[in-house]
């Protein structure tokens, strides 16, 4: 099936800087989402993407969906400590047609590490 | 709007047993889709459920299955329950329209099979 590949796995970084990861898939998507999950909760939506080229910022996040429409980024300004967690990319491929209802396909997660 | 609710968030059964699991979804939104999330797999679509009806299903056995009542609230369960079922089990609702792909997660259900 459809896999999307996330990078990097992990980051430590200190906090104020900036942070960059990006998903890639072999296929095209319709769709770009980014979530982000902490320890024992379920994954809270960040930013939604819809058309190729697109840049959208939700406070010192910004996503943008690649023009090939294969790929996604995910730009984190001046890190905190609240902004550890498991960030994920997800999306809907493509000419999926009825196997795409209500399934997001994940990436594998990057984890983030803000040291004070 | 009240967010996503699940039901209960811990689970302790034995291999063997059934189990099932709640998810209200968000006032409105009328698709409910369900995955499951364990270290070594990430997150796995299990099915999705609207009005009533399952649109979609992923690669599981048929030990797994769901359902949704009228009012949108959906309910999963897995019978003969293995070790490997240990999971947090996700449900997530979304908006029906042009922005159905947002979905929105509640906290999750920890299972574990012991």
């Known amino acids: 099936g459809q896999q999307l590949n996330q990078s990097p796995q992990s980051m430590f970084i200190q906090e104020g800087e900036d942070v960059s990861m990006n998903c890639t898939s072999s296929s095209i998507f319709n769709t770009w989402l980014w979530y982000k999950q902490d320890p024992g909760e379920g994954p809270v939506l960040l930013i939604a993407l819809y058309k190729a080229g697109e840049l959208t910022s939700n406070g010192r996040l910004t996503a943008q969906f690649g023009i090939t429409r294969k790929d996604s980024f995910l730009n984190i300004s001046a890190s905190i400590p609240s902004d550890v967690g498991i960030y994920f990319c997800?999306?809907?491929?493509?000419?999926?047609?009825?196997?795409?209802?209500?399934?997001?396909?994940f990436g594998q997660g990057t984890i983030l590490t803000v040291h004070p | 709007k009240a967010g996503v609710t699940q039901t209960p968030r811990y689970l302790i059964k034995t291999r063997g047993q059934q189990v099932t699991l709640s998810c209200s979804p968000i006032s409105g939104h009328r698709s409910v889709s369900w995955y499951q999330q364990t270290p070594g797999q990430g997150l796995q679509f299990l099915f999705e459920?609207?009005?009533?009806?399952?649109?979609n299903k992923g690669n599981f056995p048929g030990r797994f299955s769901g359902r949704q009542f009228s009012n949108s609230r959906s309910e999963m369960n897995v019978s003969t329950l293995e070790l490997g079922d240990s999971a947090l089990y996700l449900c997530?609702?979304?908006?029906?329209?042009?922005?159905?792909?947002?979905?929105?997660f509640g906290p999750g259900t920890r299972l574990t099979v012991l």
């Open positions: 997800a999306g809907t491929p493509a000419n999926a047609g009825g196997t795409s209802y209500g399934k997001l396909t």
């Open positions: 459920y609207f009005s009533e009806t399952q649109r």
């Open positions: 997530a609702s979304s908006p029906s329209g042009e922005y159905s792909h947002e979905q929105f």
